[in-house]
Nanobody, 125 residues
Framework: VQLQASGGGVVQAGGSLRLSCVASGRTFNNCVMGWFRQALGKEREFVAAIRWTGGSTVYSDSMKGRFTIARDNGKNTVYLQINSLKPEDTAVYYC???????????????????WGQGTEVTVSS
């Protein structure tokens, strides 16, 4: 599985961005697609995840409300919509794929098998 993330950029506080992650190569029906982010000097943190089959979603408690994850199976693409951006949202955002059927969905970066290259989001105040 190859993952290609895009959509990052520089945006003013209060603005919105939609990040995209295109998956290519072999995919798995039980696959979970996740978004993580890593700010400079901080650990990688879970943002949200979605199952390819069924579309159920899970969010980090701190991300609920402003972040929305969605998928388009026909385009093999997962999106992360971020609204009301804050300077503390500045980070590199990564998409990742977990090919195992886990219940509940994992929020642990090391349990994800495939990673995209990351797309940088900078929010100016």
């Amino acid at each position: 599985v190859q993952l290609q993330a895009s959509g990052g950029g520089v945006v003013q506080a209060g603005g919105s961005l939609r990040l995209s992650c295109v998956a290519s190569g072999r995919t798995f029906n039980n696959c979970v697609m996740g978004w993580f982010r890593q700010a400079l000097g901080k650990e990688r943190e879970f943002v949200a995840a979605i199952r390819w089959t069924g579309g159920s979603t899970v969010y980090s408690d701190s991300m609920k409300g402003r972040f929305t994850i969605a998928r388009d199976n026909g385009k093999n693409t997962v999106y992360l919509q971020i609204n009301s951006l804050k300077p503390e949202d500045t980070a590199v955002y990564y998409c990742a794929a977990d090919r195992r059927l886990r219940l509940p969905v994992s929020m642990v970066p090391t349990e994800y098998d495939y990673w995209g290259q990351g797309t940088e989001v900078t929010v100016s105040s």
